[in-house]
């Protein structure tokens, strides 16, 4: 590698859809500056969009989430014949699993550079069930043991999570960068006025699983129809059948057809979505950084959001949003009548929403704040 030439970058990203709903701008942006870009990946659905970025495209058999151990092991062993053919100069590892499985094949075939991005520490960190309590001590240890070692930086969305890596886990802090979120394309995601309409549209954009709060949200939205017909509660995503806390679909049509709210599963056109509806809604247990909400905030809506960790970066209570509290679902039918009643409130709350993303959260902000991440580490390269 010449003095400050092109890098073979490597992306572990476990799932095609999320290397296009999150990190394809980071892609661009990686093969704009000249890099040699290959994303390892499971490919369904989205390998050309993949390859249309400018990225060679490298099938992998391993998936997100934990399965059984012969599983894991062929997906590691086929991880660390990439890496070694690959032969790249630095490896971005994206999710908790693809860290730990891509650093370990990082060390074993002697990747110069590292970058583990943990855009929040998912299900082994926001849930209280017996494996998650069981499993996290021995993540915990992976994470320090593997994240610890050698030339890495580890990016984060979020301060608390900054903390965590820091003082929990045990991370050099000056290896510890915070970039929140993964940016959004302020000229996609831009307002417009919502349609006429005789209701107040809530819309609550996630993976339907339980964690998000779409418990609390239904709750909400059943206790909301006992007392107004003026408020619908939109629920926007499909359930997750490979996460442990996936809402069953059953569960998803039987609230449907109960009329207690909307469910719409996967939406292409997420913009003309969230332009359609007046308030953003996320009563997440737990966040990286919440991209729904980064879209909703683009498009200039008010938010209400859980008042946890990741959703505090984007929700600023009383500014462009309400913060509530966790597990509560009269909480969330206080704050929904609060903007539904006050249209001057969701305005100015709306407007703040969209100067936050131009300002701190847009696209290029963020892929360059993480490009420079990979020339601090470049230097770094050089000179050893």
């Not at 659905?45 to 599983?71: K, M, Y």
């Not at 418990?215 to 107004?228: H, N, P, Q, S, Y």
């Not at 300002?359 to 963020?366: A, G, M, P, Q």
């Amino acid at each position: 590698m010449s003095a400050g030439g092109p890098l073979k970058i490597l992306f572990f990203i476990p799932e095609d859809w999320y290397v296009c709903s999150h990190r394809l701008p980071l892609i661009r942006g990686a093969c704009r500056e000249g890099h040699t870009v290959t994303v390892v990946t499971r490919v369904k659905d989205h390998g050309d969009a993949i390859e249309a970025a400018g990225a060679t495209l490298v099938h992998t058999r391993s998936r997100r989430g934990f399965q059984n151990p012969v599983a894991e092991i062929r997906g590691l062993i086929d991880l660390i014949r990439i890496y070694r053919r690959c032969k790249p100069d630095l490896v971005h590892h994206v999710t908790p699993k693809s860290s730990l499985f891509g650093s370990f094949a990082a060390w074993v075939t002697g990747v110069p550079a590292l970058v583990n991005a943990l855009a929040g520490l998912g299900y082994l960190y926001a849930s209280t069930g017996m494996k998650a309590r069981i499993l996290r001590p021995a993540v915990s240890l992976a994470f320090r043991v593997l994240l610890g070692r050698g030339r890495n930086r580890v990016i984060v969305q979020n301060v608390d999570d900054r903390q965590f890596f820091s003082d929990v886990i045990g991370i050099d802090s000056d290896r510890v960068v915070l970039i929140q979120g993964s940016g959004v394309d302020t000229s996609e995601f831009s307002p417009v006025d919502p349609p006429p309409t005789k209701k107040i549209r809530v819309c609550l954009v996630a993976r339907m699983i339980w964690e998000k709060g779409v418990a609390e949200t239904v709750a909400a939205a059943r206790r909301m129809a006992a007392i107004r017909d003026d408020i619908e509660f939109i629920l926007v995503g499909d359930s997750d059948s490979e996460s442990p806390s996936g809402v069953p679909v059953e569960s998803l049509r039987a609230w449907q057809q109960e009329g207690v709210i909307t469910w719409l599963g996967h939406v292409a056109d997420v913009p003309a979505l969230l332009n359609s509806c007046h308030i953003a809604l996320l009563p997440t247990y737990r966040e990286g950084f919440p991209k729904s909400l980064l879209e909703a905030a683009s498009c200039g809506l008010p938010i209400i959001a859980t008042d946890v960790t990741g959703c505090r970066e984007i929700c600023h209570d009383g500014v462009n949003g309400l913060l509530i509290l966790p597990k509560d679902a009269e909480s969330i039918v206080e704050a929904v009548l609060r903007l539904a009643d006050d249209p001057d409130l969701r305005s100015r709350f709306g407007e703040e929403s969209r100067r936050l993303v131009e300002t701190r959260f847009s696209e290029e902000i963020v892929v360059e704040q993480t490009m420079e991440v990979y020339r601090s580490m470049q230097r770094e390269l050089e000179l050893s």
